[in-house]
């Protein structure tokens, strides 16, 4: 069955970064488009940043310039590097990929801003 597993979120100071990693199982992940979605606390769910399977990359106005999507195809695992992080990037952020018509999530990870 499909699996998304994000790690690497946590407490993170204004200006810091942060790496986000998505291990995907049960499908072939080179073929699909994933995603990150975010939600922040009182706010709706928010697409962060695509990536295609060739490699095309989109970014919410939000995040552009800050943070950047890629994946490593061999070892099956998304990324999403955070800099320059602020505190409206507080939020859970979420994997996800659609394989046949059905959208599929992550547990999600907590990504805190404060000082």
């Known amino acids: 069955q499909v699996q998304l597993v994000e790690s690497g979120g946590g407490l993170v100071q204004p200006g810091g970064s942060l790496r986000l990693s998505c291990v995907a199982s049960?499908?072939?992940?080179?073929?699909?488009?994933m995603n990150w979605y975010r939600r922040g606390p009182g706010k709706q769910r928010e697409l962060v940043a695509s990536?295609?399977?060739?490699?095309?990359?989109n970014y919410g106005d939000s995040v552009k310039g800050r943070f950047t999507i890629s994946r490593d195809n061999a070892k099956n695992t998304l990324y999403l590097r955070m800099n320059s992080l602020k505190p409206e990037d507080t939020a859970v952020y979420y994997c996800?990929?659609?394989?046949?018509?059905?959208?599929?999530w992550g547990q999600g990870s907590q990504v805190t801003v404060s000082s």
């Open positions: 990536i295609t399977s060739g490699g095309s990359t």
């Open positions: 049960g499908f072939v992940f080179g073929s699909r488009t």
């Open positions: 996800n990929t659609v394989v046949v018509f059905k959208d599929y």
